[in-house]
């Protein structure tokens, strides 16, 4: 049986209405695709307290968190995600890319340039919809 992980992951927005966007490195799974920075939620960890530690980890900046925008679960060749996208905004810091190989900040309506992370694609069209 495939294993199943759940991975929170970042819909940052900042106050142009842009959207940061995160590049996979090489060296990271699912290599060279676009997503929403974030990672995997561990035992006992709420999603929220998960996705702070996370931005904290990989790009050494704060956030606060929103609402939940969507949940995915998506089945990749070797495990099955559940990935919980939440909408943040930065507080405190210029994120600092630690393990990914850059990140830009995008508008939404051109979000679909990028090549995402397979799971990631219902939570692009949805933030592509909105104003
Ligand atoms: N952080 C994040 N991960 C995503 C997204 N979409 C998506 O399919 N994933 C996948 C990539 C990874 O396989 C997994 C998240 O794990 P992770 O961020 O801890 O990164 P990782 O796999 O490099 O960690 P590791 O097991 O190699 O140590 O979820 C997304 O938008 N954000």
Not at 39 to 50: L, M, N, R
Not at 68 to 83: A, G, R, S, V
Not at 104 to 109: A, N, R, S
Request: charged fraction near 30%.
């Amino acid at each position: 049986m495939k294993k199943k992980i759940k991975v929170v992951a970042g819909v940052i927005e900042n106050d142009q209405g842009e959207i940061l966007c995160a590049l996979r490195s090489p060296k990271m799974s699912i290599s060279n695709h676009w997503e929403f920075p974030g990672g995997k939620v561990e035992a006992d960890e709420d999603v929220f307290t998960a996705l702070k530690r996370e931005i904290e980890e990989e790009f050494k900046c704060k956030i606060e968190t929103f609402d939940i925008h969507n949940e995915n679960i998506h089945e990749y060749e070797t495990f099955i995600i559940h990935l919980i996208a939440i909408k943040a905004k930065i507080i405190e810091g210029n994120p600092v890319p630690v393990e990914h190989s850059k990140f830009i900040w995008l508008k939404k309506e051109n979000l679909n340039s990028l090549v995402w992370a397979p799971a990631d694609i219902p939570a692009v069209k949805l933030l592509m919809n909105e104003k």
